[in-house]
Nanobody, 123 residues
Framework: QVQLVESGGGLVQPGGSLRLSCAASGLTSDYDAIGWFRQAPGKEHEGVSCISRSDTFYADSVKGRFTISRDNAKNTVYLQMNSLKPEDTAVYYC??????????????????WGKGTLVTVSS
């Protein structure tokens, strides 16, 4: 059984930083990508970033501010978020599935999801 458990969310001031973690268990090696979606209040899910065997993806809205990384020994994926803005406020979900679905923000098309962690950027 696959489990994705996010952590690291919280309240941060504009311009601050947070690092999200996604601890994965039960995953085999034959998935395409693992990464992050987010859902802001009243909005649809947005594909934020993902990492596959050969590449990384970032949404234009976070490019240059967010960095995704993975620790295979710990089965954990991280999202380092710098220069946070109020518009980054959202629930962030870890997800596993097609790289393409991250690109087109197809959250429901993913194979697995975590329960999410709330990030609030506010002064």
């Amino acid at each position: 059984q696959v489990q994705l458990v996010e952590s690291g969310g919280g309240l941060v001031q504009p311009g601050g930083s947070l690092r999200l973690s996604c601890a994965a268990s039960g995953l085999t090696s034959d998935y395409d990508a693992i990464g992050w979606f987010r859902q802001a209040p009243g909005k649809e899910h947005e594909g934020v970033s993902c990492i596959s065997r050969s590449d990384t993806f970032y949404a234009d809205s976070v490019k240059g501010r967010f960095t995704i990384s993975r620790d295979n020994a710990k089965n954990t994926v991280y999202l380092q978020m710098n220069s946070l803005k109020p518009e980054d406020t959202a629930v962030y979900y870890c997800a596993v599935g097609s790289t393409y679905y991250f690109h087109v923000s197809n959250y429901n098309g993913m194979d697995y999801w975590g329960k999410g962690t709330l990030v609030t950027v506010s002064s």
